[in-house]
């Protein structure tokens, strides 16, 4: 592909069927190095040479939902599971913000245990603990009154990946009970309530094809997100997609920058998926234009209990401990850990 074809699609923002083929199957070096290095020019135009940090806490893994790819699917009975208290969650934050952390991103299965006032007294909580910092949601499907009333309790910013925007490939991750239109009306609906919204997808998941992938690109271009989570699908041993293949570094770095190039103002995170299939997953990420890193700050305790994939790291660079490791790993290639709450820049598209 010559380079024009690339400037093509970072001017304009879009990308055809056939050029998206051509990028996630070729082994042309220079094509691959060009692709790159024009997503890392977008991100530091918009970004500069700065990550940003978000302190991860996952607080449950109880979860009513049966995603086949997930280890803490309801069905799995190995998996051992966990809360944290309230008390546990604030004192997560607070160490965090000692360790610099300006946004708090509060993930979990879809636990009916929180009710919609536990989690707005917990966002409220954290709000009035630190008032200069932002919390983000990540616990699935909700109605709509129950996102206005997070948001009205404080919460910033909401995570809901939509998985795949092909209906028939989602029916393929996802038992019957679950469906693509309220994934999407749950994402519309935390849009225009006035989130910072996240969607995103795996790469590599079982099903997947070069035509769904374009129908993620095209519906990330629709809703405008203000962050884009990707990360390989990595098989879980107690799940029905088990003995499925591993998703690759490769494809999922090709798709950070191609992401990156649809829409330059996106916060793009180099996932823990990521870092868990490569030692260096994170930084080829940040190298690949993705500004975001989110290292864990649950307490160490049930840190291993969050086992959504088989290996899943959650010690070295991962840990929020690690602060410093994390800041030279970035500075070593070139990139400065910033301690700021990491607002999008202006709207995406
Ligand atoms: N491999 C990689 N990512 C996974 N997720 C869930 N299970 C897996 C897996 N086996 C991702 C999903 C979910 C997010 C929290 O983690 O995309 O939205």
Known sequence: MPAEKIQKIRSERDIGRDELKFLLETDDVDALRSLRENAREVADEVYGRRVYIRGLIEFTNYCKNDCYYCGIRRDNRNAQRYRLGEDEILSCCAHGYELGFRTFVLQGGEDPYFTDDKICSIVSKIKKNHPDCAVTLSIGEKPRESYQAYFDAGADRFLLRHETADQSHYGKLHPAEMSLENRMRCLW?????????????????????????????????????????IGPFIPHKDTPFGKEKLGTMDMTLRLLSIIRLLVPNVLLPATTALGTIHPQGREKGI??????????????SVREKYLLYDNKISTGMEAAECRDDLEKRMRSIGYEVVTARGDCAGFAV
């Open 189 to 229: 609906d935390l849009k225009e309530i006035g989130y910072q919204v996240g969607c995103g997808f795996m790469v590599g998941s079982p099903y997947q094809t070069i035509d769904t992938i374009y129908e993620d690109l095209q519906f990330i271009r629709k809703l405008g997100p203000h962050m884009v989570g």
């Open 287 to 300: 190298m690949a234009g993705a500004n975001v890193v989110m290292p864990n700050l649950s307490p160490l």
